[in-house]
C-alpha cells in the first residue's frame, strides 16, 4: 500500500536550451549526514548525494537500451517521517528521466521512511537519462515537496 504523498503534479522550473543550469546548491554529505562524504544537493529535509558530482554535475554511463545511468543516495532527515516519491525530467529540453534497470525505467523512485540508529534514512538508486542536459528532481512526501536541480553529463 502507498501513503499519501502531497505534490500530485510536477512543478519543476524551465530553462532555456543553452542557459547554464541552475543547480541546487549542494553540502558536504560527512558535516550533517551518517552516510559518508560526497556532494549532497538540496536544502532539506531530503537530500540527493549526487555520485561523483562536486559541482552539480553528475557524470552518467552507459548507454544500454539508449538510456545512461548514473547514481544517487537520497539521503532523509530524522524530521521527514514518512516515505517520498521522487519524479523528475529535463528542464532544459524534452528529455525523460527514469530510475532502476528497465527499459524503459520506471517513472518514478519511492524510498521508504527506514532510519538508521542515527535517525537517517539512506536508499541508494540508479538515476537514467537519455542524454545530458539540465534535469531536475521533484520529492514529495506527506509533510514536504522539494526541487533539486543538477545537470548531467553523459558518456
Known sequence: TSSPLVGGTLLLPSVSPGS?????????ADTFSPFGSGYAAGTG????????ASDGVVGFSGPVGGWYAGKV????APSVGSEVRVRGRQIDGQ???GFDSGVPPSPELRVAH???NSGWTGQPSTVRVQHSGCYAFQVDG?????VIVFAAQVG
Open 95 to 97: 528529455g525523460s528521466l
Open 45 to 52: 529535509p531530503v537530500y540527493a548525494l549526487l555520485g561523483g
Open 114 to 116: 527506514s532510519p538508521t
Open 73 to 76: 543516495l537520497w539521503m532523509l
Open 20 to 28: 547554464a543550469c541552475p543547480v541546487t546548491p549542494g553540502h558536504a
Open 142 to 146: 506527506l509533510h514536504v515537496s522539494e
